[in-house]
């Protein structure tokens, strides 16, 4: 294989393993809403945002699979990632690693992040063809919206959290 078409199969093996990071790490979060009742009702929006990310990114993953065979497929001896790729898929396993009830939006937030940031390193590779490209601009896209609803409702939670110490024993809102 020429030194450019393997270069686009790492990229590419990188967003298809990215892509998978994310679908399980959003079904671990999701789980771990159901699992507590409290936190399944004060976080239901974010968990059908979630349950869509992590629907989106198995589409994602599908689409960039189909490239991959088109490309040839798997590189020889197993699946190869650009180096970046690798550490922004390890970063994203670390912050699923350390998930916990205190950390929810603010993970899910990163998570976005790194999924831009992973998208947008493939883009500026100037290999890549203009079918492909398009694809990934496309996915690029839908990943910057899913980032920008993660920083608003991570902009709320402070509001949230202040309205609900609010709350008398009562259930009523008191005036902070």
């Excluded at 979630?50 to 993953?61: A, E, G, T, V, Y």
């Excluded at 993970?107 to 063809?129: G, I, K, P």
Aim: hydrophobic content about 45%; some cysteine.
């Amino acid at each position: 294989m020429q030194p450019a078409k393997l270069q686009t199969i790492r990229l590419l093996n990188g967003l298809v393993l990215i892509n998978n990071e994310r679908t399980a790490g959003y079904k671990q979060l999701i789980g771990l809403l159901q699992s507590d009742g409290s936190l399944e009702l004060q976080y239901l929006n974010l968990q059908l945002l979630l349950s869509n990310f992590h629907h989106q990114s198995q589409l994602f993953s599908d689409t960039l699979r189909n490239i991959l065979l088109i490309e040839g497929g798997k590189m020889p001896y197993g699946v190869k990632v650009d180096n970046q790729l690798y550490q922004m898929l390890r970063n994203m396993k670390a912050l699923f690693a350390a998930l916990n009830t205190d950390n929810i939006l603010s993970t899910a937030a990163a998570c976005e992040q790194l999924m831009l940031d992973a998208y947008s390193l493939v883009l500026q590779e100037t290999r890549l063809s203009v079918y492909q490209a398009e694809i990934i601009v496309r996915q690029h896209t839908e990943l910057q919206k899913a980032a920008n609803c993660m920083q608003e409702m991570l902009a709320l939670e402070p509001v949230e959290n202040a309205l609900l110490v609010g709350m008398n024993a009562g259930g009523n809102a008191a005036w902070i």
